[in-house]
């Protein structure tokens, strides 16, 4: 079974870079789209970023030109980095398969921007 693991999150100050880690276990993951995912406390889980097996990304309006997602294909592993940080970015930030159609998550890796 497909298996996330997620790691590289911290509490940042405002302006400041993290970036986030995810392995993915189980699964053909150079032909998969995969997604960053935030949810924040009170809130639904949204998508923030997503690649393609061809390296094609989209991005959330509120991450343009903040976030980057990447992926490397040897690893099994796919990034976000994430710059310029801003106190709504807080959240517990997952990766999955995008669309999530699975509806399988790991832990995910909280994520805490103060001001």
């Known amino acids: 079974q497909v298996q996330y693991v997620e790691s590289g999150g911290g509490l940042v100050q405002a302006g400041g870079s993290l970036r986030l880690t995810c392995v993915v276990s189980g699964s053909t993951f150079s032909n998969s789209a995969i997604g960053w995912y935030r949810q924040a406390p009170g809130e639904q889980r949204i998508l923030v970023a997503a690649i393609s097996s061809g390296g094609n990304t989209n991005y959330a309006d509120s991450v343009k030109g903040r976030f980057s997602i990447s992926r490397d294909n040897v690893k099994n592993t796919a990034y976000l980095q994430m710059n310029s940080l801003k106190p709504e970015d807080t959240g517990v930030y997952y990766c999955?398969?995008?669309?999530?159609?699975?509806?399988?998550w790991g832990q995910g890796t909280p994520v805490t921007v103060s001001s």
């Open positions: 999955s398969v995008y669309p999530p159609y699975l509806g399988i």
